[in-house]
């Protein structure tokens, strides 16, 4: 038969001088960890343990950035519509305040746009 000892666990966080700090709990955030396994003594086996380094890495961002069709007015202003995707179910990201012109107030397609970021703001969390 197997073991009746207890199982714990013990999780580590990688600090930046390249060391191991215990954690009170199991991580959730990005970065780089190990855990130790450990198995208690009973009658029949002795106390066995095992560690494992891993990683949690975030999910990638995926922007993407265009300017808004328009019709023709000669000005070179241009409406700019993001959208992101985080990759986290129920997680939002949203960014304003950019402000878009076209390289010249002709009409035309796939007509180049500088992009102003200089009042931009972030609000979310991801």
């Known amino acids: 038969t197997g073991s009746d000892g207890s199982v714990s666990f013990k999780w580590y966080i990688k600090n930046s ?4 700090e215990l954690l009170e709990n199991a991580p ?3 970065g780089s960890y190990k855990v130790i396994a450990i198995l208690e003594s ?3 086996y002795l106390e066995a343990s095992t560690e494992k380094a891993f990683a949690i ?8 950035v265009k300017a808004n069709d328009k019709t023709y007015d000669g000005t070179t202003g241009a409406e700019i519509i993001v959208g992101l995707d985080t ?4 997680e939002t ?3 304003e305040g950019l402000s878009g ?7 035309g397609e796939e007509k180049t746009v500088t992009i102003d ?6 609000s979310g969390s991801a």
């Open 101 to 107: 012109s076209f390289d010249d107030a002709n009409a």
């Open 42 to 44: 009973d009658d029949n």
């Open 17 to 20: 001088d390249a060391k191991y």
């Open 28 to 30: 959730t955030s990005a």
């Open 87 to 90: 990759g986290v179910k129920e």
């Open 57 to 64: 890495s975030r999910k990638p961002l995926t922007a993407t």
């Open 117 to 122: 970021a200089s009042e931009v703001k972030y």
């Open 93 to 95: 990201l949203t960014i």
